[in-house]
């Protein structure tokens, strides 16, 4: 299996490359250069299976048996997923209505980035045992992802993980998650401003080809193909349980619901849907819309600032796994998503052409939910179901109430929910409910935390390459 730039101008990978690179040489994505395709046997076969099952089934089509032996991989996929606290990872709540919720937030930092995560850092931490390589990792976050990169690395010898995290603007049990670990690879840096802006010292630094190259740089933000490898089961799981039936010939289709910043979780629906998975994707945004605009209308464009809302871990301007989207919905056309990406990067505002907008339309749906209407979506699912949501889930769940009450016949539906309400007691207490903490959360309160300021005014990303030097492997008294 082969990895290809979604801009077609940097040497193909294998699985190792796209997995310790964050974008392509080029500034594209990786992708698979073929989509296995899965026939109606294959997916009844697979219906069967558990969570970490079809994880291990999807990673053995794109990793290949001579980079990780199928039996190493499947031991890597267990060990990753030992720490979640439901022994089958994930779990679907069917509540009142056809309310479907699947949760993914049953690992450590009760968020569905541990999914991913996990066993990413296993991947990793199989290749750099073998070649006795270190590398260091480097994150900006808007909450989740950077809690569950460090949870996923901590006390790793052979990675150091820097953390850009944008100081008010997560919420403060994200950032007490981040703040109280102190193992000696993890670094966390507060910056004043928001998750967009810490993005452009990391942008900058990564542009530096031989930089990164000196000091084995990469990322884990959902740039990373893994990422996506991993979140493309939870498609496949949501569809094997609340399909009708799987004895229809073709096999019934099903919605799945996908809240989304960065569209990660969306790009891994996209391929799924591309291999052969009968779902109908919805995606659902907060106030912050450009990928409810760039489907309804093709308008790939920022708008004016970032606005921050409830669902604050999705108040992001730029959701990079677009990119991945157009380029596979487009034929693999990489010049013309060449020639987009770049506009978009020039004046932050593109059209898509005709027959991509009308190819996306026909790939998946959007809705955009204001705070109002997700304060009114946690209290309403409190309500009928006695369920708390996260803000993130409501933006889902949200797009579910308004289809019933119009009551329309509608396909079976899953709503993806990918955090705890217990990360999120500010919003909890907004829709008019009672937070409901686990002692392990409330415990961060009284741990001794790190942190390292990045100040208005201070050059980012000087503070940032100052960082990365100083940890360079020589320096730590390896040879």
Known sequence: MWYVSTRGMAPRVDFEGALFSGYAPDGGLFMPEELP???????RQWSALSYPSLVK???????????????????????????????????LSRLRDGLNVLELWHGATYAFKDLSLCCTARFLQYFLEKEEK??????????????????SVQGAKNIDIIVLLPQGHCTKIQELQMTTVLSENVHVFGVEGNSDELDEPIKAVFADVAFVKKHNLMSLNSINWSRVLVQMAHHFFAYFHCASSLDTHPLPPVEVVVPTGAAGNLAAGCIAQKMGLPIRLVVAVNRNDIIHRTVQRGDFSLSEAVEPTLASAMDIQVPYNMERIFWLLSGSDSQGTRALMEQFERTQSTSLPKELHSKLLGAVTSESVSDEAITRTMGRCWEENRYLLCPHSAVAVSYHYRQTDRQQPSLPRCCLAPASAAKFPEAVLAAGLTPETPAEILALEFKETRCTPMRKGDDWTLMLRNTIEGLSWPQRGHS
């Open 37 to 43: 395709q899965l026939d109606i046997e294959t997916l």
């Open 57 to 91: 089934e999807l990673c053995t089509l794109f990793i290949g048996p001579e980079l990780i032996p199928r039996d190493v991989l499947n031991d890597l996929i267990d060990q990753a997923f030992r720490r979640f606290r439901r022994r089958e990872v994930v779990h």
């Open 134 to 151: 270190h590398v260091t990792v480097v994150v900006g976050t808007s909450g989740d992802t950077g809690s569950a990169a460090i949870e």
